[in-house]
């Protein structure tokens, strides 16, 4: 028992060292979470979805992952409040000097994800680049307590990457809500009925995700829905304890619904939660899930 236990660690420890490479030697949609030296748990290549599929990301000799930190500011180093405007900076460098460069991703240069620790709050932004390796963005936290900040960014010459933070917003907690399995992957929100369909639910075995989205009160299919980020849809994956991050993307990014399609790779068995988001009539929608993975 000791001795699998320990075989265990071995493997998961090399897992975690090859990770970034592995990942896009297979031209991976969804890389294993790995481990940056900052301790930050990072998912390997994170958002590297479509883009590292197309293979032409990697960057032997170019930025590496491990070397990029982000240094985070709010509320100009002073405690951030809940319900105020809070700025939001972000530094990030490459072996302690700023990344100067950034790839246009999805329409953005940074994208931006903050959620709650309970991953009932979420919320996705998209920091301004200021230049010399800084995006700033304001924003406002909606309870006092720790939230997850994760920066998902491709420093050009590199890959796609995300550092993450755990910050504190002073003020009254929400309360908090246990994250649980959902019963049925069908929900309404905003006038759509929203199901979520995988073809396969498996650890380390990358597998398709389908939303169909339909008019919830007619039930007639919804077929033009509008790029959202330059695709169909985006999707946001966490573990529930907010330590890893699976980024992914579509398969089809012209299709209009009401199937939109994507892929990732759950890393272990467990419980995540998955946020899709849409764009129709002009308005973005979310659509939160919690799944358990076997
Ligand atoms: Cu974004």
């Given at each position: 028992m000791k001795k699998l236990l320990f075989l265990s660690i071995i493997i998961v420890v090399l897992l975690t060292a090859c990770g970034t490479n592995a990942a896009k030697q297979a031209g991976g949609h969804?890389?294993?979470a790995g481990m940056s030296h900052d301790g930050h748990k990072t998912d390997a290549p994170a958002g590297g979805g479509h883009a590292a599929g197309h293979g032409n990301q990697d960057n032997s000799g170019g930025i590496k992952s491990d070397a990029v930190k982000a240094l985070w500011t709010l509320a100009g180093g002073k405690k951030p409040q809940a319900n105020q405007d809070t700025s939001i900076r972000?530094?990030?460098?490459?072996?302690?000097?700023?990344?100067?460069?950034?790839?246009?991703?999805?329409?953005?240069?940074?994208?931006?994800?903050?959620?709650?620790?309970?991953?009932s709050y979420?919320?996705?932004?998209?920091?301004?680049y200021k230049g010399n390796?800084?995006?700033?963005?304001?924003?406002?936290?909606p309870?006092?307590?720790?939230?997850?900040?994760?920066?998902?960014?491709?420093p050009t010459g590199g890959s796609a990457m995300n550092k993450m933070e755990w910050v504190h917003i002073e003020g009254a907690p929400a309360k908090s809500k246990p994250i649980q399995p959902d019963a049925s992957l069908t929900q309404t929100?905003?006038?759509?009925?929203?199901?979520?369909?995988?073809?396969?639910?498996?650890?380390?075995?990358e597998l398709t995700l389908t939303y169909t989205i339909k008019d919830a009160s007619t039930k007639a299919p919804i077929t033009n829905l509008q790029p959202y980020l330059g695709a169909i849809g985006h999707v946001v994956i966490l573990t529930d304890d907010a330590e890893q991050y699976l980024h992914v993307h579509p398969m089809d990014e012209t299709s209009s619904g009401p199937d939109a399609k994507f892929m990732t790779t759950f890393p272990k068995s467990g419980v995540y939660k998955i946020w899709g988001q849409f764009k129709h009539n002009d308005q973005v929608f979310t659509v939160p899930f919690v799944i358990k993975v076997p």
């Open positions: 969804s890389g294993a972000i530094e990030i460098q490459n072996g302690g000097k700023p990344i100067e460069q950034f790839d246009v991703n999805h329409e953005q240069k940074q994208h931006l994800i903050i959620v709650s620790k309970d991953l979420f919320h996705h932004i998209h920091p301004e390796g800084v995006f700033e963005i304001t924003t406002r936290f309870a006092g307590g720790d939230y997850k900040l994760i920066a998902d960014f491709v929100v905003d006038g759509k009925q929203v199901t979520l369909a995988f073809d396969r639910l498996k650890a380390n075995e």
